[in-house]
DNA sequence: GATGAATGAGTATTCATTCAT
DNA sequence: GATGAATGAATACTCATTCAT
């Protein structure tokens, strides 16, 4: 996800809207930086060295410090991008007609941007990354998330005690499911969530059905044994 | 929770079912090894260096390495530990009268288990530890929770397409939420099982109440704001 | 000091004597670079990077590189600044009238120039800029010096034993008095070249007064405790 | 100096009073790795590699680590050890009957220590190892070359401007002296100590003479010719 | 058996210097 | 000529694991 994205787009051009371009090259660099720490960090979680990030990309580790002042400016960097698509998301998921749709509709795609991005779960739950990208994230979303639970709300499709600081909860622990799911069915999430929407309508008589299935008991113990490289 | 559990139980003899006996010296410094081990992982997760463990046990490292072949043997022993614990849980509620209070007691309990405990969500999130401990588990618990499903969905109580495989996940999705909120709002995910509980059952006219308030938007940010020593 | 000092002169001709005249930009960037050197090195040592150097010049590092083979013969180029200037204050010296007081007085200015310049420090006591300027400022100084000392001991009014060798080691011992009371009493200094005085005298039945006071006792401290970056 | 100073004495022993003695091979390796840092940081500075201390003491990294918190740690344990010595020559200078000549003695001896020792002369110039060790060095020294100063004032020998403090700046100027001539000429400070000591004194009618000659014009040369590591 | 000493590969970061644009 | 991008060796420090005492 994180792997294409918007990453081609126009706000990831040269290190932000206040310098001037880069050169040819050095964008290009600074772009199979981004790419390969995206990878990465993706697949294998934030903790992966940053000599290891240049050596993906295909440069030297100094040039990842130039164009980075530390491993945090880089996760950053790749978070700003991720809370773009995130926020272009729910400004897309206003515009549809059904509330309660919109609500539904906006979890699963952010769900499935969190789904199997490792780093991008890990930058959620720990906030290492400094401060002024919390805030922006909060700014950037807490007022759309606003108002696409409070129309839900308004219908009294979604329970009334629904809060919109749920959300991110909810996306959390979905995207928790996905990631351990990861290698053996990305897609289990995705039945989690048929619950938790089951769980945030205001009244139900009949089931929504859940469409992925279960993991098969064997499912189940392959997922245990995953080998995740290291807890330090 | 990690810290007593079952710990002297069966499961402690020497280093597995098949040699003999520790000498009763050799037995205390392991159960001191394990008991350091569960209390600096329940807090501060598996990235605590075995120096630590020695120390916070009162001996030497070599000695963990005489009693654990490596890190991963110590961690998996405590997941035995847990899930010994976990499933007595699930005995204890397959003898509750009502299938579907059983369900989710033995939901709550689980979750209260995991809340909090980092280590132990470090565990079943990255099974880095390999071998037969996972069968162990499955074949510990898949009866047990098995039973307790089914008996939910004899009833009519819990919805048809309900699986077994489907506990651990959201008990994992709880355990993700306690850990977010963990300095916060250590309690919030009784929220979110609360949620759950609603969407796992069969069908619902009434809203069970969510006792426990949602994040207001500061809280959210603070939690956000958290940080974590380190990804590695 | 250095920062103005005689900069301009004769000596700033191109990369040396033996090459045609720079372009005019090229020769403006080349002060340009000797000013910022001069500033940083001044006030932070030889420690600064290139990098910062430029980026104070206003220029590319590349510019540097053009000008200055390494780092080494910028700070070289910037030695031999100094020693110009020191020899002016020599030749000054030279044409006062009373020889002691021409040599306190040379010994004080030289002090003057040497305190509180950490870079210039540095070069006199790392010479690890090599070649031909070092045998520059044996030319440029020696006579001059020797011709100091000498009147002052022709006179009777220095003592017979005092060589022109021993004047850099006496403002080599004064700057480094001046370094380490930097911030806690940047004068001070002043209050050993007095001692010097009186000990380079030939006879003496009055004392000078020292004009400077003593550090305080806890003056002493805090500059003990003073922090400096680095030692490398 | 350091190099042999007291350093196989008893306050070297196992890592301090307080702890119970390391085992004979690391006290050997502790040993090891003091000798070592002493003598790269001595002829060197500080700013050389932990890396190449343990290389030079035959021993990994991680085993200088385990001895020592970091590389602080180890230069403060030798600040100590030299803080010593040169508090015993200060109580030994006391017990000399002719307050002068301790007075002399004592700077003589306390700039051998310092002559040559780089590292210490940075330590004590570069306070960039922790605190405590700089009370301690006032509280160790002050009333010891208090007394030694008072004395010969008492007396009328030395001027009665001279304060205590000045002796440490005396000493380190000898010590940047002794520095400068390194590899030239190791005994030149003591002609400039004898410049001092003429200048300390209350009155004078005849002239100590400079038993060390100075440097001839060539030495002087080379002198400044010596490559030093680096400015960083 | 227990201890804790030793090891060294691994991590983030800096900076002199070279070279493509 | 100027620029600044790229490089990579170097530095302080950590920690899982092995092995001498």
């Not at 787009?9 to 050169?23: E, F, T």
Request: glycine letters at 6%; hydrophobic letters at 45%; charged letters at 25%.
């Amino acid at each position: 996800l994180w792997k294409d994205g918007m990453a081609g787009s126009k706000d990831s051009g040269p290190a932000g809207q206040n310098s001037r371009p880069l050169r040819q090259d050095a964008e290009r660099n600074r772009q199979r930086i981004l790419a390969a720490a995206a990878e990465v960090f993706t697949e294998r979680g934030l903790g992966v060295s940053l000599d290891e990030v240049a050596r993906h990309a295909g440069v030297g580790v100094g040039t990842v410090y130039r164009r980075f002042a530390d491993k945090e400016e880089l996760v950053e960097t790749l978070f700003v991008e991720r809370v773009n698509e995130l926020a272009a998301i729910a400004e897309r998921a206003l515009e549809m007609p059904d509330p309660w749709q919109a609500l539904v509709s906006f979890l699963e795609q952010w769900a499935t941007v969190l789904a199997g991005n490792v780093g991008l779960r890990q930058m959620l739950l720990f906030a290492t990354y400094a401060g002024d990208r919390v805030s922006y994230a909060r700014e950037t979303f807490a007022p759309l998330v606003g108002a696409i639970v409070n129309r839900a709300k308004a219908t009294g499709q979604a329970r009334a005690d629904l809060a919109t600081t749920d959300i991110p909860f909810i996306a959390l622990m979905l995207s928790s499911a996905a990631e351990y799911a990861q290698y053996s069915r990305p897609e289990i999430w995705r039945r989690y969530l048929t619950l938790l929407i089951d769980g945030m309508c205001s009244s139900r008589h009949t089931i929504t059905p859940l469409t992925v299935p279960a993991l098969l008991p064997e499912e189940l113990e392959a997922t245990m044994r995953q080998r995740i490289p290291r807890h330090r």
